[in-house]
């Protein structure tokens, strides 16, 4: 059976670099990788009261479960004023919880950040590992995946132009699965 990476996407733009990125990322995993996108911007902003009182929406059982499901997972997020977008925060959240309910727990991940800018999302990407570290997500350490100048990369269509870019990306996605065992 093959083994599930969950690929958590924080753009909900139509068009986003980021998805973009995330997509080719999927499409370079090994035989016996299945990756799936995760919506995520559908689930309410996390209110422990729903928990604590019973009202828990469907949405956020639906997702801890599904979140239960992955081996790993990738996130690939853009740079919101140096750090990673709030939707991504809350689906952490979200999955985090009811206390002693870890979702995340113990799964590796690859963390990849997306800016049309120079730097890369560089804040967002280590916000991000910041967080991570305390779900006890396994993230890969190297190679480091800061994606700068995103434009210059993709095509009208939203593909990879070059194989060196498809190439750097693999370095990632062998590293996770490597991570995997
Ligand atoms: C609220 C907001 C804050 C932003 N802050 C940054 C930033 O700190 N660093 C950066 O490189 N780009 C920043 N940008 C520009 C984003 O990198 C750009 O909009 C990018 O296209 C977003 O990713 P997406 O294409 O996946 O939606 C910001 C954009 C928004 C909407």
Do not use: C
């Not at 280590?126 to 210059?152: C, D, K, S």
């Amino acid at each position: 059976m093959s083994k599930k990476i969950g690929i958590i996407v924080g753009s909900l733009r139509k068009a986003s670099f980021t998805k973009n990125i995330a997509e080719a990322m999927l499409s370079l995993l090994p035989e016996g990788y299945e990756g799936k996108l995760i919506p995520i911007g559908h689930l309410p902003l996390f209110n422990q009261d729903f928990d604590d009182e019973g009202t828990t929406p469907e949405s956020y059982a639906a997702f801890r479960k599904e979140i239960e499901g992955y081996d790993a997972f990738i996130f690939a997020t853009p740079e919101y004023n140096r750090s990673f977008p709030a939707v991504i925060k809350n689906a952490l959240d979200v999955a985090s919880r009811p206390y002693g309910q870890n979702k995340w727990n113990g799964k590796p991940a690859a963390i990849v950040s997306v800016s049309p800018g120079a730097i890369g999302g560089f804040g967002a990407n280590h916000h991000l590992r910041q967080v991570l570290t305390f779900l006890n997500i396994q993230p890969v350490q190297q190679p480091e995946a800061y994606v700068g100048n995103v434009m210059a990369l993709l095509d009208e269509q939203g593909k990879v132009k070059s194989d060196d870019t498809r190439a750097f990306l693999k370095t990632v996605t062998d590293a996770l699965v490597r991570k995997m065992g």
